[in-house]
C-alpha cells in the first residue's frame, strides 16, 4: 500500500488560480480537476481521450432534413437552434465543439435576397418554449462503443423554433456572421452545401472566396462556449432579403460534459 507521502496531493482548482512567478525555492499546491485529473499543457489535440472517459457526445436528427426559422433579422425569441444544460446546480458543464448543416432544401426569397447571417447568444436559463424538432435521445450518444451507460445532460432543439423572453443576463457571444451571400435575389443556398461551426477551434479559416452557386464546404470559426447547469446556448440564422420560404438542413452537433 502507497503510505500518504507517496501520494499527489493538491487543491482542486476548476477556476483559473492565482498566477505565482518562476521560482526554485517555493512550492505550491499541483492544481486538480473536479475528477482528480491534474492540470497540465496537452501534446494531444484531438479529442479522443474524451470520447474514452465517455465524456463526449454527438447529437444529430438522422437523415430527416429540418425546416429552418423564418427569420429576416435578430429576433430573440427565434432562434435556429437552442442547446440547453439540463443538470442540477454544481454539476457538469457542456462545452460546445461543432454544429454542422447540411443544406437539404436551398430555401428562397421573394426578392432582395442578401445573405444568410448567424448569431450567438448565451443564457442562465432554460429557453426552448415550442416548435421546431426535439433531437430524439436514441440519436445523442457517446462514440465510445465501449461506454454502455453514457447519458448526455444536453437537450437540443432544431428548426422553427420559438424560444422565451432573455432573461436579464442574456450574453451576445456572436452580434452577426455571414455565412455566405445569397445565390442570387431569390435564391438563398444550394442543397448539398456544409456549414461547419468549429467552436474554439485553434485551426485557420478558410482562405479565399467561395463559388456562390456550388456547394461549398464551409468553416466558420466561432468563439469558445461554456454551457453551465440549466443554461442554454441559442444559435440564430437570418436569411437577409424579403419574404424568405424555409431552407431545411441536416443538422449534427458535438460537444463534451464535465
Known amino acids: 500500500m502507497l503510505s500518504p ?134 440519436n445523442i450518444n457517446c462514440p465510445n462503443q465501449d461506454i454502455s451507460n453514457a447519458k448526455s445532460i444536453a437537450s437540443l432543439y432544431f428548426g422553427n423554433l420559438t424560444a422565451t423572453a432573455a432573461t436579464g443576463v442574456a450574453r451576445t457571444i456572436v452580434g452577426l456572421r455571414i455565412l455566405r451571400a445569397a445565390v442570387s435575389a431569390t435564391v438563398a443556398d444550394v442543397t448539398g452545401e456544409l456549414k461547419y461551426f468549429n467552436f474554439g477551434g485553434v485551426e485557420g479559416s478558410m482562405f479565399g472566396s467561395i463559388t456562390i452557386a456550388n456547394a461549398n464546404v464551409i468553416p466558420i470559426p466561432m468563439p469558445p462556449v461554456v454551457i453551465g447547469p440549466g443554461q442554454s446556448i441559442l444559435i440564430y440564422y437570418v436569411m437577409n432579403g424579403t419574404t424568405p420560404s424555409a431552407q431545411t438542413f441536416f443538422p449534427e452537433f458535438g460537444w463534451w460534459e464535465r
Open 5 to 138: 507521502q507517496a501520494l499527489l496531493r493538491g487543491l482542486v482548482s476548476r477556476a483559473l488560480p492565482t498566477g505565482s512567478p518562476d521560482s526554485q525555492s517555493s512550492d505550491i499546491a499541483q492544481r486538480f480537476g473536479r475528477y482528480g485529473e491534474g492540470a497540465v499543457l496537452s501534446y494531444v489535440r484531438k479529442s479522443h481521450l474524451l470520447a474514452d472517459e465517455g465524456s463526449y457526445f454527438t447529437g444529430h436528427n438522422g437523415q430527416t432534413a429540418i425546416a429552418s426559422v423564418l427569420a429576416t433579422g435578430f429576433v430573440a425569441t427565434t432562434p435556429l437552434a437552442i442547446i440547453s444544460n439540463n443538470d442540477s446546480a454544481g454539476g457538469k458543464r457542456l462545452y460546445l465543439d461543432y454544429m454542422a448543416l447540411v443544406t437539404g432544401t436551398a430555401g428562397a426569397w421573394a426578392s432582395a435576397g442578401v445573405n444568410v447571417q448567424a448569431m450567438l447568444v448565451v443564457d442562465s436559463a432554460l429557453r426552448y418554449s415550442s416548435g421546431g424538432t426535439v433531437i430524439a435521445a436514441a
